[in-house]
Structure formats: C-alpha cells, structure tokens
C-alpha cells in the first residue's frame, strides 16, 4: 500500500507532495478538479465531506484532511527525514505557531478570492469580497514577513533558519496564491528568499514546475 492524494494542479495538494517527496515517500495521484467543482460531487464527499482538497489516505487507509494535520501526520510518520522538530525540540513550537498561521488564518482568505460568490446573496458584492480577501491574505504574509524571524540570509532563509522545515512549504506555496506570483517578489523580500530556497531543493523543484507556481529562480 502507498500513499494516495487527492488533488490539483496548483491547489494546496501541492504542499502535501512536496512534503511526500522531502519524506522520500512515493503515491498514487487521484485528479479532482477544481475546474468544473469535481471536489463538491458526491464520489469526493464520500471522501472529505468538506469538499476540499487535499486529501491524503494513508498507507492503512486512514483518511487525511486539512493541511496542517497532513503536513504533520507526514513529518510524525517519516521521523528519519527530520522535517519537524521533534516535540520537546527548540524550533518545533515555532513551526506549529507559523504552520497554524498559514492554515488557519492565510487559507481561508484565499476560499473568499477564490469563491466570493459564496459570501454573499449580493452577487454584484462578489468583486469587493476578493478584493478585501487577497488584502486580508496579504496582511497575513506581511505579519508572517514582519513576524516570523525570518532573516532573508542566503545561508538561513528558511523559518528554522538554516534548517529546512515542512512549515517553510505553505509559507513558499501560498507566497505564490492571490497574484503572489508578481506580488511578492516585490513586496515581501524575506518570504521570497524563503520560497526561493524552497523552490530550489532536488525534492521540491519538479513539483513547483508541476503546480506552475512561478519561474524558476534567476
Ligand atoms: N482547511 C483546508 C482548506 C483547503 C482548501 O481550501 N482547498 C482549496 C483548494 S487550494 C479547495 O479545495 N477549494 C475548493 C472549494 O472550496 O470548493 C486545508 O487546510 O486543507
């Protein structure tokens, strides 16, 4: 048995199969697009009742939802791979705090860009729910730029310093979310370093290629 996920070009399944490939770990991709609304159909609510992607079933068949819970279950699964700290490990309260960040405040922005028409019974309001949602979600990436020690050092670009994390993939991916892909290589210098030293690792480059998230680096 191997990991199966369920995703898309350029959804958040991305961060799960670069933290699959950081853990070395091989699975079977199962297309759900999100062109067309394929993930509120019923085969895929049987699946993850919430409608989202990604999901990620593991080895034994246990069903795996929300990012950060999968992000990780990942980590705990592969401990050789060193991807988190482990508990009682300086740095692992950090990752948690910035990983929670992403999940919790920065993706549900991105649910209002990207379905405004669900806020609202107001369809000519639709416009200025994505609009104030993409700055909403910038705010949170300038907190994270502000607030998350990041240094923006060649030598240490990541979160954890000079230390790769898992916690560096969701800052790195949804850098390139909401018209980040231009946004942030012009606003948030220290994240940029961060995605582009993301982006640069052997595991990891195939993958930004695959979920079209920006040129490679210069
Ligand atoms: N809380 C979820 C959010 C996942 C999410 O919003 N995924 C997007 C794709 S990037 C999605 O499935 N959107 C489809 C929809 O909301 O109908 C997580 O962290 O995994």
Known sequence: MTYILYGDVG?????????????GQGFDRRAVPLEGDH?????????????????????DGTVMTESLAILV???????????????????????LRWMTVMAAEAYPHVTRADYP????????????????????????LGVVERHAGLRGA???PFLLGARF??????????????????WTPANLPRIEALAR??????????????HQLGPEPA
Do not use: K
């Open 39 to 59: 993930q509120l159909r019923a085969e895929y609510l049987a699946i993850n009742p919430m409608g989202r992607l990604p999901t990620l079933v593991l080895p």
């Open 165 to 182: 994390s898992l916690a560096d993939i969701p800052i790195a991916v949804m850098s390139r979310w909401c018209g980040g892909r231009e």
């Open 73 to 95: 279950t990942i980590a705990d699964r592969h401990p050789e791979a060193g991807l988190l700290p482990p508990a009682g490990e300086a740095g692992r309260a950090t990752a």
């Open 11 to 23: 959804s958040g399944s991305a961060m799960v199969e670069m933290a699959l490939a950081e853990a």
């Open 197 to 210: 030293a993301v982006r640069a690792r052997p595991a990891i480059a195939p993958l930004w290629r695959h």
């Open 154 to 156: 060649p030598d240490a």
């Open 117 to 140: 028409a669900r806020f609202t019974p107001d369809p000519a309001a639709a416009p200025a729910i994505r609009d104030r949602a993409q700055q909403m979600f910038r705010e949170v």
